[in-house]
């Protein structure tokens, strides 16, 4: 359903922050993605949705090439950002029916679609405020309602999570689940190690812009001998060179 081939984006004319990468998402399965701050995740994702467009490599989805102008295959995206960024001006209600618009939902569809996120992240007593008022968490929510509205066949979700209250987070993952099971694709990244560990089925771990593994935490565990998810995964990512260097701060 994902397929990276040697994809590569650089920044500033030097700065690699993905470096060839190479990745196979399956259908049916919840995909995990995780990395340090910095090691190309968000950078990723945004090739993957079409936001932005690799220096070298392919990026397909349901093996058709994405670009940032292919609307087409972007309609079958659900996208969460990192940041639950929206138009603060318009209600709750008002954003997800230009979110409707824009991906042409029918009205009778949008309308039962809509209560039923609505519900399940319990929203419905403040989505006839302005966003301006609404919390993090709330936010959060309106960008997930919003990113599956549309019914989309792939999720995207950059630190869906965070912000989220303990029955939200739940809920969601649930949601995952029954979206994969029904053949379906999440591919989501997270901070948090115990959710990857128990929701994912696979993982793949990028640091400095490279994939470090890709395999179920079993398989990591057969490489790196037994352990917690996140004292495997700090091993995976740590610096081959652990020591700083503090010269640009004039140490004598």
């Known amino acids: 359903m994902i397929q990276l081939e040697s994809i590569t984006k650089v920044y500033s004319g030097s700065v690699k922050a993905v470096d060839n990468v190479n990745l196979e998402v399956r259908p049916g399965e919840i995909f995990g993605f995780l990395g340090p701050n910095g090691a190309g995740k968000t950078t990723t994702i945004k090739m993957v949705v079409g936001l932005l467009h690799p220096t070298s490599g392919k ?22 950002a990192d940041e639950p960024v929206v138009m603060e001006k318009l209600t709750g209600a008002e954003y997800i029916r230009f979110i409707c618009d824009v991906f042409e939902v029918p009205f009778s569809e949008r309308v039962k679609k809509t209560e039923q996120l609505l519900r399940s992240f319990k929203l419905e007593s403040a989505i006839r405020d302005p966003v301006s008022t609404y919390s993090h968490g709330m936010r959060q929510k309106l960008s997930l309602i919003s990113a599956l509205v549309h019914d989309p066949d792939l999720w995207i979700l950059d630190e869906p999570i965070v912000g989220l209250d303990p029955k939200s987070a739940f809920i969601l993952k649930q949601m995952m689940r ?26 793949g771990i990028i ?22 998810l996140e004292e495997l995964f700090l091993e995976v990512t740590a610096s081959e060179d652990e020591e700083s260097d503090f010269s640009y701060l004039g140490a004598r």
């Open 59 to 80: 990026v397909k989805i349901f093996g058709e090439e994405m670009n940032t102008e292919n609307v087409s295959l972007k309609k079958r995206i659900g996208y969460v």
């Open 207 to 228: 640091g400095d812009g490279e994939i470090k593994f890709v395999g179920t935490v079993d398989e990591l565990r057969e490489l790196r001998g037994e352990g917690s």
């Open 178 to 203: 029954r979206h994969a099971d029904a053949g379906n694709t999440v591919f989501f990244s997270t901070h948090i190690m115990e959710i990857a560990e128990r929701v994912c089925d696979r993982l």
